[in-house]
């Protein structure tokens, strides 16, 4: 595997391993009794912002996955640690948010990003074939 074939070390994936590993290892702190942790579940609003800046940080600034991710991030704050109703009457700040960052995906087109096809074996080389009736480097019988 070279440089260019190696995924990026900070991915969504990797956010979310690390998360499901933090909430055991919160969760078995609590139920051992060690520590009263449940809250500091109250910031879970933190692991979706991880997954939305890996998102970014994978696919580009422009990534809808990202902003969405950060978008219910920030949902999750402001409904934690705001005061009450400010969710209620902030709301419409997110569809503006969205109507950005659709606008700029479309002023500035992002490339696609090719699937790699599992249920395909790759194709050969076409100068090496086992077609007999073709032009190819190997010994004829």
Do not use: C
């Amino acid at each position: 595997m070279n440089a260019q074939e190696r995924p990026p070390l900070f991915s969504a994936k990797l956010v979310f391993g690390l998360t499901v590993i933090a909430l055991g290892l919160i969760l078995t702190a609590d139920s051992l009794h060690w520590y009263d942790a449940w809250h500091l579940l109250t910031w879970w609003p933190l692991a979706l912002t991880a997954f939305g800046l890996a998102r970014l940080a994978q696919d580009g600034p422009l990534s809808l996955r990202g902003h969405i991710w950060l978008g219910l991030s920030m949902a999750g704050f402001i409904s934690q640690f705001g005061p009450w109703g400010l969710l209620e009457r902030w709301w419409p700040v997110f569809l503006v948010w969205g109507g950005i960052v659709v606008t700029l995906r479309a002023i500035f087109p992002q490339p696609k990003r090719t699937r790699k096809d599992k249920t395909r074996p790759p194709s050969p080389n076409p100068g090496v074939s086992g077609d007999p009736e073709t032009d190819s480097p190997q010994v004829k019988p």
